[in-house]
């Protein structure tokens, strides 16, 4: 095959053109995103019922649409949690499941539910295709010097949102600190009781005041006229005007009893731009969005946003993901320059050929190049893990060019012509670089289809990496051998005194090797031992956090902290970030809604200054911050650097989640309770917290129901009085010109702080006076009051009760210590009617974690199935992988020495290796091969192998080794996350280059012996 492309150089080089003009075409039309689409399709489902207590919540609202969600094919995970007024229910499905297909199943599902569901909910239930759990892509402050907060809301939602929200590929727009408005009637329960009249009474006179109904046309002869009624109440002074009731002939009105204020639907709801109480816009993606690409959309719509809102709001884009992710893809396409330049000139300084060095460097960009139309085909993007693959091939490319341009440089020194030598060296060697390439890309095939989130987020860097590894053969096999053909000229230069040296050593401990290569065979046997033992020593990790310039930080406070508590506390932690010289941006978000379950829980979300600014990365940021946040009184500060990749659909305070499930809350709450605090004493976590909040303080009413009847009071009108004066009933819509609001009755404020107040409060009977008036009759006349304790988040997994325990991990502890230990203390803790799971990080590593040996067996076995063909001989595969043991060996100890986990890029670099290593013994093993064809002795043969292929296996090591150099130092943006992979090919190449000079050869010789005595005993029985 490389005689064609040698004879026929005009074809060849416009084949090559061809193939790096569509390459350059394709860059062009590459997305850019930080990781490969892999999100689980998640749902949020939201139905509230103002008022409702948390357990009726639970039971009411969140179990019937929770059983009609079971019945969904593809529902992987579905958790609840039910707050004051408030269901939220996740919904994840499978990797596999359509985002659009699953929010039909669930719009179907929830109309099922409808008939099961409280008939006084103000609306049904909703949802939305967003994971909660994911962080915003953007975050953009809207601000006013001169409106209040509830007309900036307005422009925020009605202007901003709204728009923002039809952008393709915006899965949720969420406000922060929504200020909505809302006419809001306050009642002095005292001088309604002194007019005897039922806070029901005021309900029902704004239901029947406040209308807007259709009210037809008159159609005259020649004119058509539109009857249009005004039945609303548009302003305050309106309501304060409107009768209420009739006493002694005279008119009550509104502001005889109370009051109409302009207020917000939600005024125990704030968000805080370091100080100051403001708006701001938090923007999510949708499921598999490129982030880069959404930005870019949002970006070009402002500026037609802001042409129609009023001078004085302003708009301030407060935080912008795709920064982040630019300057980490910028740093790895530099450090692929940086990569091709150290290989180009370790080759130079090996060839000392400037021909020989021009024509190894041009497979390099022709085959790296030629890669990137293969991406578009396939549907990748440039990505951390894309660009890696093409960056770790940088090696693989420069290696076989080398080795093809080693062997006609060999030729030309018998005294051939380079036409001839080009044509008998390429002939030589196609075999053994076809050899290296196909079992090299193999290595990669069991990866690609790997299930669940390790093989989505392995899958498109394996299938870069083996495209880039097959375009690499083909131009070695093709361009090389042409332009070696017309342009190697001169001779590569005679080794250095040192390259002579090490030369001139390894021929003689290659000797003594041979001499006493039963002991060799025992040290590989020790190595192996060795590595296996490595690998249940070095910590393990999943999937490395990065820095995004932001982190979280929740705040959680005793269950009795009230919402103007919650924002001195928030303040006071704002404070705290903002002394820290590398925070130059706090939002903090109090009350329930959004990122908060309850109302003793606050969201913080400090912004940190741009990387060049800073000298920390956000994890020393947040450790340096902890002591700080520990000294704050009354509020506890849980915070950690989000992944980027997400998986699961929980809200935690911490990165991992340790979930208890239980039918039976009262036999899981004290157990849960009783974990939680053992947690807190194991060494391997820190940050341990729960969801569990069942102390926050109740008023339990019994009602004294033979009393109430007697009096003509029923059971729903002592609740709808409750309901009217205490739970932020909304009586009616108000239908504004780009928005309808609510209109909410209640007691005035002050009536709302004490439980004793309560017996203010009087309920309306069916009984009338001598006057006509009816009779009230206090609450504490009709009810029995009690002070207790209840949940304020009541929280679901499946269909059980569950309480889920989040925790980081500590120090230099791994994850895979810390579900060591956790599942070790659950052995010991839980009883048999407590189950267990681990969730989102942790369980997608326990997954993954269990996955990997039989991956790396896999890949092993394929290599052998390919070789064995390749070969036609089931011995020499396994003498080509004896040598893996050695490079597993040192990837294991460099991540020891400085003190890295074997986490998801540690993986990678461990499968690398696989392949890397063998390319060496394929090269060795030709040789071999061939010598004993010609009738060399296998000693003979394998010894002159080692070193005629010495100068090329160390020219193609250090390549490796120069090409990986730049991401084992972990520089620039996101160079940490990446720095395992490199310290693991980096240390298992240095390591197995050592160990299997001397391995491979022995190794040949004793299974050259096996296949001998086998073909000798198998000839024996056939004589026989």
């Given at each position: ?368 190049i030629g890669t990137l139309s293969l991406m578009v085909f396939f549907g990748f993007s440039i990505d951390n893990l894309s660009a890696m693959a093409i960056i770790l091939a940088v090696g693989f490319v420069v290696d076989d060019a080398i080795v093809m341009i080693e062997n006609i440089v060999r030729h030309t020194e018998m005294g051939k012509k380079i036409m001839q030598a080009s044509l008998d060296g390429a002939r030589q060697i196609g075999f053994t670089i076809i050899s290296m390439t196909l079992s090299l890309a193999v290595v990669f095939i069991p990866i690609m289809f790997m299930a669940g989130i390790l093989g989505r987020v392995l899958n498109e860097m394996a299938i870069t990496i083996t495209l880039c590894i097959l375009v690499s053969g083909f131009v070695t096999l093709s361009l090389t051998p042409m332009m070696c053909s017309r342009f190697l000229s001169g001779k590569i230069s005679e080794s250095g005194k040192i390259f002579k040296w090490i030369e001139h050593g390894y021929e003689k401990t290659l000797h003594l090797a041979l001499r006493f290569r ?507």
């Open positions: 095959m490389t005689d064609l492309f040698i004879k026929r150089p005009v074809a060849t080089t416009l084949l090559m053109a061809a193939l790096v003009f569509f390459g350059i075409v394709s860059y062009f039309s590459l997305p850019i995103s930080e990781m490969p689409s892999i999100d689980f399709p998640t749902i949020q489902v939201t139905a509230s019922l103002p008022g409702a207590d948390p357990e009726t919540m639970a039971s009411a609202v969140a179990t019937p649409l929770e059983r009609q969600f079971t019945s969904i094919s593809g529902l992987q995970s579905m958790s609840s949690a039910n707050s004051l007024g408030t269901t939220t229910i996740t919904l994840q499905f499978d990797l596999s499941r359509n985002i659009d297909g699953a929010g039909t199943d669930v719009l179907t599902y929830i109309n099922a539910a409808q008939g099961s569901l409280p008939t006084n909910m103000p609306s049904p239930p909703t949802f939305q295709k967003v994971n909660p759990a994911d962080m915003p892509i953007i975050y953009i402050r809207v601000s006013s010097d001169t409106m209040p907060l509830f007309r900036v809301t307005n422009y925020a939602k009605v202007y901003i949102a709204q728009r923002i929200s039809m952008i393709n590929g915006v899965a949720q727009v969420a406000v922060y600190g929504d200020q909505t408005y809302s006419p809001r009637v306050q009642v002095n329960p005292d001088k309604l009781a002194a007019l005897s009249i039922g806070i029901d009474e005021v309900a029902n006179a704004f239901n029947n005041e406040t209308v807007l109904q259709p009210t037809g046309s008159l159609y005259g002869i020649d004119r058509l006229f539109t009857i249009k009624a005004q039945g609303q109440l548009t302003s305050a002074t309106a309501y304060n005007r409107q009768i209420i009731a009739y006493r002694n002939g005279n008119p009550v009105r509104l502001q005889d009893v109370g009051q109409t204020i302009d207020s917000t639907i939600n005024d125990k709801n704030a968000a805080f731009f370091d100080q100051q109480q403001g708006i701001v816009i938090a923007v999510k993606r949708a499921a598999g969005t490129n982030t880069i690409q959404l930005v870019d959309a949002i970006r070009a719509m402002i500026p037609s946003i802001e042409a129609t809102l009023p001078p004085s709001v302003k708009l301030e884009f407060l935080y912008d993901r795709s920064k982040s992710i630019k300057e980490a893809i910028d740093d790895v396409q530099f450090t692929l320059l940086l990569s091709i330049s150290l290989v180009v000139i370790v080759v130079y300084l090996f060839l000392n050929n400037l021909p020989a060095t021009i024509i190894a460097s041009l497979a390099l960009p022709t085959a790296l039963f002991f060799v065979m025992i040290l590989s046997m020790a190595i192996l031992g060795l590595t296996f033992w490595l690998f249940t020593v070095v910590p393990t990790g999943f999937i490395p956090a990065t820095d995004s310039g932001i982190f979280y930080a929740f705040g959680m406070a005793e269950q009795s902290a009230s919402f103007e508590t919650m924002k001195d506390r928030v303040l006071k932690v704002g404070r705290v970030f903002m002394a820290d010289p590398d925070v130059f941006k706090f939002i903090g978000v109090v009350g329930v809604g959004g990122p908060n379950t309850s109302m003793n829980n606050a969201a913080m979300f400090p912004l940190l200054a741009p990387m060049e600014h800073r000298k920390r990365s956000a994890q020393q940021i947040i450790d340096d911050l902890r002591p700080k946040m520990a000294e704050v009184p009354d509020l506890f500060v849980f915070m950690y650097n989000p992944p980027s990749i997400q998986i699961g659909g929980k809200q935690t305070k911490a990165l991992y989640q340790y979930t208890l499930l239980s039918p039976d809350p009262g036999e899981l709450y004290p157990v849960a309770r009783k974990m939680a605090m053992s947690m807190r004493k194991l060494k391997e976590i820190t940050d341990v917290n729960t969801d569990m909040q069942i102390d926050g303080p109740q008023v339990r009413i019994d009602i004294d129901r033979d009393k109430a009847q007697a009096l003509g009071v029923t059971a729903s009108s002592i609740e709808t009085a409750l309901m009217t004066a205490y739970a932020a009933r909304q009586l009616t819509n108000l239908y504004g010109s780009t928005d309808t609001y609510k209109v909410i009755v209640e007691v005035q404020p002050e009536y709302q702080r004490r439980p004793d107040l309560l017996n203010k409060l009087y309920v309306r009977t069916n009984q009338t006076n001598s006057d006509g008036t009816p009779v009230l009759v206090p609450l504490n006349g009709l009810v029995k009051m009690t002070e207790d304790t209840g949940p304020l988040v009541v929280n679901h997994t499946g269909q059980l009760t569950s309480v889920t325990i989040s925790f980081n991990t500590a120090g230099n502890y791994s994850i895979g210590e810390a579900v060591t230990a956790i599942e070790a203390l659950s052995k010991q803790e839980l009883p048999t009617n407590i189950s267990y799971i681990f969730e989102g990080q942790a369980t997608a590593f326990k997954e993954s974690l269990a996955s990997v040996p039989f991956l790396l067996f896999l890949a092993i076995m394929i290599i052998y199935i390919i070789l064995g063909i390749l070969y036609e001989s089931f011995i020499h595969p396994i003498t080509i992988l004896s040598g893996l043991p050695s490079a597993a060996l040192g990837g294991l100890i460099t991540l020891l020495v400085f003190g890295r986990q074997l986490d998801l890029y540690g993986f990678i670099g461990i499968i690398m290796l696989i392949g890397i290593v063998k390319k060496n013994s394929i090269m060795v093993i030709d040789f071999a091969i061939e010598a004993e064809k010609e009738g060399k002795s296998p000693f003979d043969a394998v010894f002159e192998g080692c070193i005629v292929r010495f100068r090329p296996i160390m020219m193609t090591t250090v390549a490796a080794i120069a090409g990986i150099f730049p991401i084992a130092l972990g520089m620039g943006a996101g160079g940490d996350a990446r720095q395992p992979l490199g310290l693991v090919v980096a240390g298992g190449l240095v390591i197995s280059q050592m160990v299997t000079l001397y391995l491979t050869p022995c190794f040949y010789t004793y299974m050259d012996e096996l296949q001998t005595w086998l073909v000798g005993h198998r000839a024996e029985k056939d004589e026989a």
